[in-house]
């Protein structure tokens, strides 16, 4: 039976990465906040039609560097981010045979959860 992805992490590999995972989403979150703070202060320099330069705009690309950075760690371990602002992450596993998710929000001690590839989050079991 071919499979729809290429890594499927145990139970234990996948908890073993939840302290990068808290880590990288709260780079995320702390840069996504950065770049609403630039552009807050680029977007009347913009309208004006000035040419911008300078510190805000390194900010800015500073910014948006970190979280491209964060969110490939999170692609070249075939970790799927599901909701952003939740936290909530997908790791590609196995039961038995059949392909899995196991399932984690930011705010959870552990991986707790899982579902299948179709139902997503409202299928969530108890492992």
């Known amino acids: 039976m071919p499979y729809q992805f290429a890594k499927h992490y145990t139970l234990d590999e996948a908890q073993a990465l939840l302290p990068r995972v808290r880590d990288w989403l709260e780079r995320i979150a702390q840069n996504r906040r950065r770049l609403e703070?630039?552009?807050?202060?680029?977007?009347?320099?913009?309208?004006?039609?000035?040419?911008?330069?300078?510190?805000?705009?390194t900010k800015w690309v500073c910014a948006l560097l970190e979280i491209k950075l964060c969110l490939g760690e999170f692609a070249q371990r075939h970790i799927q981010i599901k909701d952003l602002d939740r936290g909530l992450i997908d790791f590609p596993a196995l039961r038995g045979t059949k392909e899995i998710f196991l399932c984690w929000e930011k705010d959870e001690d552990d991986i707790e959860f899982w579902h299948d590839?179709?139902?997503g989050y409202a299928g969530r079991e108890p492992l």
């Not at 703070?37 to 705009?57: F, K, N, Q, Y």
């Open 37 to 57: 703070d630039s552009e807050a202060r680029l977007a009347p320099l913009l309208a004006e039609g000035t040419d911008c330069g300078g510190p805000a705009v």
């Open 117 to 119: 590839l179709e139902s």
